[in-house]
């Protein structure tokens, strides 16, 4: 057997050179791709609700359910568990790791780059937004 580890068969052929974040795209190179963050439901909170038992992580799934960037965090945790050692586990835009799973099978993981890109480099991060996100919670 050979001491080198060779990558799981759903990771063959992704480029990962050169990246601080190991993703299989350019995305540490994009400020605007993290914006939505700020304005997330969880900004601020420990992984418990996210991350714990189901009983617990139905409540981070509720916390997800009016968050404003649900969207664009379901496809942030399809790429960065696809390009992040297949890390399969926790909440992520209100869906579980099953459902994540089938979702990036089914679309793949060029579109699921592309759609995150796409919603990420769009999100609005205006003060007016902020401020009705804030007021609506």
């Keep these: 057997m050979s001491s080198v580890e060779a990558d799981p068969p759903a990771h ?3 480029d990962r050179r050169g990246l601080g974040m190991r993703v299989g795209f350019a ?33 981070g ?14 496809w942030w945790g399809i790429v960065a568990e696809w390009d992040l050692s297949c890390y399969r586990f926790g909440i992520y835009g209100g869906v579980g790791p099953s459902i994540r ?3 990036a ?8 780059r592309a ?6 480099v769009g999100y609005d991060t205006t003060p007016q937004r902020s401020a009705l996100i804030t007021a609506a919670a």
């Design 115 to 120: 759609r995150f890109v796409e919603l990420a």
């Design 27 to 59: 995305a540490p190179d994009r400020p605007e791709l993290w914006a939505w963050m700020e304005d997330a439901a969880c900004r601020g909170l420990g992984p418990a609700e996210f991350f714990g038992d189901w009983h617990t992580m139905a409540k």
């Design 101 to 103: 799973a089938r979702i």
């Design 12 to 14: 063959r052929g992704i």
């Design 105 to 112: 099978t089914v679309t793949g993981i060029g579109y699921a």
């Design 61 to 74: 799934r509720r916390r997800c359910s009016a968050c404003p960037v649900r969207e664009i965090c379901l």
